[in-house]
């Protein structure tokens, strides 16, 4: 009798492999731009929170009797608050005679309240007070945004010299890599001119003091009457 051939095994689908997480499937992977060398973003680590950066100004307003002699008084008071100097004087003659200016002091933010109390004390006899407006701004935000930057930046500027440095790659790859960390560089140079500047402003506050001479023109006004009186006569 004829043999029945033995059935066929039944097939077995074998499930795909998954991609392990955190890596990328072959094939979708984007090629680097070419002739570009490929840079990935750096991993920037947040800092923990410091303190708040506040910077402290101010100005004053003062119609005096002698310009110089309160130039005089004002800066004895500062030669005795500690960290307190003058950062510049500026002063004009007027058509009249008298003299108006201002002069600019700068001192840690800590002790400008007591010099703004002595200064007004000691000019209180000679000189009148027109305004005062003392301000403080919170540039914290600012602050550490720019850190942030600043952070990230150096961060790409040492792969770019990675790059250079291991001299892998083609000629033209190393070149734009060198025109790319001077780019990034001068980037640099820019951030840190920024803290500088916010790190001045915080660590000294800026006070400047308008002074102008009393107008007096009493005087002036018997002369007038005196010689009109004499003229009728």
Request: charged residues 20%.
């Given at each position: 009798p004829p043999t029945t051939p033995p059935a066929p095994p039944p097939s077995?689908?074998?499930?795909?492999v998954p991609t392990p997480p955190g890596e990328k499937e072959k094939g979708n992977e984007k090629p680097a731009e070419k002739g570009k060398p490929e840079v990935k973003p750096p991993v920037v680590e947040q800092p923990e929170p410091a303190g708040r950066k506040i910077i402290r100004t101010?100005?004053?307003?003062?119609?005096?009797?002698?310009?110089?002699?309160?130039l005089d008084k004002i800066s004895d008071i500062l030669r005795k608050t500690k960290g307190g100097f003058v950062s510049t004087v500026n002063s004009d003659k007027l058509p009249n005679g008298k003299m108006r200016g201002s002069i600019v002091v700068r001192m840690p933010p800590q002790v400008l309240d007591d010099f703004l109390k002595d200064v007004r004390e000691a000019l209180a006899k000679t000189s009148e007070l027109k305004s005062q407006r003392i301000?403080?701004?919170d540039v914290t935000k600012a602050y550490t945004d720019i850190e942030s930057e600043l952070r990230a930046a150096r961060?790409?500027?040492e792969r770019f010299l990675l790059i250079i440095k291991s001299g892998k790659g083609e000629i033209k790859d190393l070149i734009n890599a060198e025109r790319e960390l001077g780019v990034w560089r001068t980037k640099i140079e820019k951030l840190e001119g920024e803290i500088r500047y916010y790190n001045n402003m915080i660590a000294l506050s800026t006070l400047t003091i308008q002074l102008s001479e009393k107008e007096i023109q009493t005087p002036t006004a018997l002369i007038l009457r005196e010689r009109v009186q004499m003229s009728i006569e």
């Open positions: 077995v689908q074998i499930p795909p101010g100005e004053m307003e003062f119609e005096v009797d002698s310009f110089y002699a309160t301000g403080s701004q961060a790409i500027e």
